[in-house]
């Protein structure tokens, strides 16, 4: 099992709204919150649509493809032991309707990042009960 | 419409020291409050018995309520906070005293920041601890989110996304890659900054010049954001009063006129590219205040070309390129070669902005120094004085939701 940032690193803080993300991440699924009314696609989770302002929504599960929208290269340390750089990438998700996330992009050199590239879900179990869904470049 | 008599007006300025940030022990956060605002107060020759309101923006750790009762007010009749985080809402405290004298809540409002890191805790703070978690800790899981907020951070801070200069840098990244802005333009704004710092007695780094070279030497923090790309973090406190036209006209100062004051959002933007990965396409390379220019301009009856000096919010040196796209002065994409043409700069600049130096080089203030600047630079003081200045721009945080203030004098 492949860990590429220590346990220190912040925890992910969810009410109870945004549960379901963390226990479907848990399993490996990446998902985003879809309005069941009009089809909008969302993340982080919300109680109402901002579109129609419908309270239905469903989990849609999402191909981990997906491409840099932005990133930046991280020159100082977050948690204990980390390593230094690292990339915190804007990820936009194939199949989510426009729907992008905040994540990591690891095994990378920062010199090959690009706006674009394509990129692939690569999960870190940082415990039985958390896993993060970080990236990697599609080689 | 405010009757004549009523328009609000700002009267007087004051400051404390500004330092490195954790350099003031010596005296409370609140204490440092308290002597900005009596600076301030009696900068405009006005008596502390004459204040009744208060206003302050995000985060504010001093209350007015504890601070009308230190400051011994006779009667507090306004007490008001921004919903903005961080600096975004600094503009927007000065608008919401504005409000409070025109529509007659209030006669004289202060409107006040004051920050000792030090004492307290460091914006921003993510660096790791200095003691190594015990042995037996806990395997990490999902937190109960406490919080709206912590709620939505928490899809950002598992991957590290806790500091202002790497969350800045994303919205950046993307410009640079939309219209080849570069390193070297966003070097222009930081040099000018503190070349405008070496003529300002107060400013914290005035006594150290900056070339691009050395912006371009000094280390990575998150690309493309090096070290001084990113603002101070400074102690210090500042004040600014706000009365209306009929108490200011006997005043001691020559008063300055607020001409339009706004606020704005975008939808979906929440605390937009710092923490929001899904900030609408068309604005996500920008500050975010475009549609809230247009309001503050068409309020005041200006445009663009009428605003002799300005003082935008320089939390980052990308951010800054973004507002002047944002507020009209160039084309969307051309922020790079409006910088780079030596726009900014004090002498021989079409608009010259940040005259103190700005929190890239005076002093880290959440953006108040930049009205208190703003007021001085309409009043004939700055020490880089744009001869005959008779409309100031002052922008609140942007990339965040933002706030904006257009003042003049008569």
């Known amino acids: ?139 | 419409m405010t009757e004549p008599a009523r328009r609000a007006h700002l009267v007087g300025v004051g400051e404390t020291r500004y330092s490195k940030w954790g350099k003031i022990g010596d005296v409370t956060e609140h204490a440092l409050a308290c002597e900005a605002i009596k600076k301030a107060v009696a900068d405009a020759g006005l008596s502390m018995d004459d204040v009744d309101g208060l206003a302050s923006f995000a985060e504010d750790r001093n209350e007015a309520i504890f601070l009308a009762a230190e400051l011994g007010l006779p009667e507090l009749r306004f007490a008001n906070m921004v919903w903005m985080p961080g600096g975004g809402g600094t503009c927007a405290a000065v608008s919401n005293a504005t409000m409070a004298v025109e529509t007659g809540q209030a006669e004289v409002v202060v409107v006040y920041r004051s920050l000792c890191q030090g004492q307290y805790f460091r914006f921003g703070q993510g660096g790791p601890p200095r003691v190594a978690p015990p042995a037996d800790a806990p395997p990490p899981t999902v937190q109960q989110a406490s919080s709206m907020m912590l709620a939505s951070i928490g899809f950002t801070m598992p991957y590290g996304l806790l500091n202002a200069a790497a969350a800045y840098a994303l919205p950046t990244r993307r410009h640079m890659h939309l219209y080849g802005t570069t390193t070297e333009q966003l070097g222009m704004i930081a040099v000018t900054f503190r070349e405008h710092a070496s003529r300002n007695p107060r400013a914290v780094m005035g006594s150290r010049p900056m070339t691009l070279e050395d912006h371009q030497k000094a280390p990575m923090i998150a690309d493309p954001h090096r070290l001084f790309d990113c603002c101070l973090e400074s102690d210090g406190a500042c004040a600014v009063v706000v009365t209306t036209a009929e108490r200011a006209r006997d005043l001691a100062r020559r008063p300055v006129e607020v001409l339009s004051s706004a606020q704005g959002t975008p939808k979906g933007y929440a605390f937009g590219p710092f923490s929001n990965a899904n900030v609408a396409d068309e604005i996500y390379a920008t500050g975010g205040c475009e549609a809230m220019a247009k309001r503050l301009y068409a309020r005041a009856g200006v445009g663009p070309s009428d605003i002799d000096v300005a003082q935008i919010y320089d939390h980052f040196t990308g951010c800054v390129l973004m507002q002047l796209e944002d507020y009209g002065f160039c084309k969307r994409g051309e922020g790079g070669p409006f910088v780079e043409s030596g726009a900014l700069a004090w002498q021989g600049g079409s608009l010259p902005t940040n005259t103190h130096g700005g929190s890239l080089s005076e002093a880290y203030i959440h953006g108040l120094n930049h009205v208190v600047e703003a007021v001085r630079s309409l009043r004939g003081e700055s020490t880089s004085q744009v001869e005959g200045a008779e409309v100031c721009l002052v922008t609140a945080g942007a990339c965040v939701p933002s706030s904006a203030l257009i003042l003049g004098r008569r």
């Open chain 1, 1 to 139: 099992m492949t860990r590429w940032f220590p346990d220190g690193m912040p925890q992910p803080m969810a009410d109870s709204e945004a549960v379901p993300w963390w226990e479907a991440a848990a399993e490996h699924r990446l998902v985003v919150q879809r309005c069941t009314e009009c089809a909008h696609t969302r993340l982080p989770p919300t109680p109402i649509c901002p579109e129609c302002r419908s309270e239905g929504s469903e989990w849609h599960e999402v191909s981990g493809r997906g491409e840099i929208y932005s990133y930046t290269v991280v020159h100082r340390p977050i948690a204990l032991d980390q390593q230094v750089p690292f990339v915190i990438a804007v990820v936009a998700l194939e199949g989510a309707g426009g729907v992008r996330m905040i994540s990591n992009i690891v095994d990378a050199d920062p010199d090959e990042l690009s706006i674009g590239l394509a990129l692939e879900v690569a999960w870190e179990d940082m415990s039985d009960d958390l896993a993060i869904p970080r990236f990697r470049i599609v080689r």
